[in-house]
Antibody, heavy 120, light 107 residues
Framework: QIQLVQSGPELKKPGESVKISCKAS????????MHWVKQAPGKGLKWMGW????????TYADDFKGRFVFSLEASASTANLQISNLKNEDTATYFC?????????????WGQGTLVTVSS | DIQMTQSPSVLSASVGDRVTLNCKAS??????LNWYQQKLGEAPKLLIY???NLQTGIPSRFSGSGSGTDYTLTISSLQPEDVATYFC?????????FGSGTKLEIK
């Protein structure tokens, strides 16, 4: 069955970096783009951007340009999100979700979420 | 950017009630509108795609409608397990945007 399994919760200090992974299984990894969505505690969903799993090209929403990097380990069917120079406002749950524009398949499958807590 | 405004922000209804959740886009999104249900501590779940298409496995009490800028999610007979926050989402144009959510409670 199709699964997106994310890495575990992280506790970091301001200024540190964190890398979250999202391992896909049950389908051909390169057939679907991987998107990232942020949810601050008690807040709504914010789309961060996506990575083309075939070419490796990332696209970032404006609010996530600079400190955020999407990457792949394609041989391991894994997408990664790295956040550098962490700030308190990065405290959130981060979700990966797959999508394929050509078939209109938007976010039918999500990772379970990874909670990143930034605190001194 | 397309802004998605959901109303109400909180809705309290009784089991068996017909409930309607609203989502208004700041410009025409050509029916490229999905609805997601998120229960506490869980990832969002896709309910409806492209305005009115029920995702596989979702109960038929959920339905969607709308066009242009105005969209609606309807639950025909509210069940206790429907307690959740519901988000609309437009994929008509970049950047993709979600609504702020409607929290659905049982009276």
């Amino acid at each position: 069955q199709i699964q997106l399994v994310q890495s575990g919760p992280e506790l970091k200090k301001p200024g540190e970096s964190v890398k979250i992974s999202c391992k896909a299984s049950g389908y051909t990894f390169t057939d679907y783009a991987m998107h990232w969505v942020k949810q601050a505690p008690g807040k709504g969903l914010k789309w961060m951007g996506w990575i083309n799993t075939y070419t490796g090209k990332p696209t970032y929403a404006d609010d996530f340009k600079g400190r955020f990097v999407f990457s792949l380990e394609a041989s391991a069917s894994t997408a990664n999100l790295q956040i550098s120079n962490l700030k308190n406002e990065d405290t959130a749950t981060y979700f990966c979700a797959r999508a394929r524009i050509t078939t209109g398949d938007w976010f039918a499958y999500w990772g379970q979420g990874t909670l990143v807590t930034v605190s001194s | 950017d397309i802004q998605m405004t959901q109303s109400p922000s909180v809705l309290s209804a009784s089991v068996g009630d017909r409930v309607t959740l609203n989502c208004k886009a700041s410009q025409n999104i050509n029916k490229y509108l999905n609805w997601y249900q998120q229960k506490l501590g869980e990832a969002p779940k896709l309910l409806i795609y492209n305005t009115n298409n029920l995702q596989t496995g979702i109960p038929s009490r959920f339905s969607g409608s709308g066009s242009g800028t105005d969209y609606t999610l309807t639950i025909s007979s509210l069940q206790p397990e429907d307690v959740a926050t519901y988000f609309c989402f437009q994929h008509n144009s970049w950047p993709l945007t979600f609504g702020s959510g409607t929290k659905l409670e049982i009276k």
